[in-house]
């Protein structure tokens, strides 16, 4: 079986192999909208979410996500 063919369920998660996370899974991870998530990233809106832009995608690491809620907690 070529390595490109392997089913879903052998890849891991993408916190568990550090991968960037889109803007529907940043949203979940903070119990936010979507359009949340993009108007702090864009600098819109502030606090300003770290992220990164790739072409049109924006994408976001784990760790900024858990520093971002440490640094707007009370």
């Given at each position: 079986?070529?390595?490109?063919?392997?089913?879903?369920?052998?890849?891991?998660?993408?916190e568990k192999v550090g991968?960037?996370?889109?803007?529907?899974?940043?949203?979940?991870?903070?119990?936010?909208?979507?359009?949340?998530?993009?108007?702090?990233?864009?600098?819109?809106?502030?606090?300003?979410?770290?992220?990164?832009?790739?072409?049109?995608?924006v994408r976001f690491r784990?760790?900024?996500?858990?520093?971002?809620?440490?640094?707007?907690?009370?």
């Amino acid at each position: 079986m070529r390595s490109d063919t392997l089913p879903a369920a052998t890849f891991q998660s993408a916190e568990k192999v550090g991968a960037l996370l889109n803007a529907e899974q940043a949203a979940e991870r903070l119990g936010v909208s979507r359009a949340w998530i993009l108007a702090h990233a864009n600098g819109q809106r502030r606090p300003k979410l770290p992220s990164a832009k790739l072409g049109k995608l924006v994408r976001f690491r784990p760790e900024d996500l858990e520093r971002f809620i440490e640094e707007c907690s009370r």
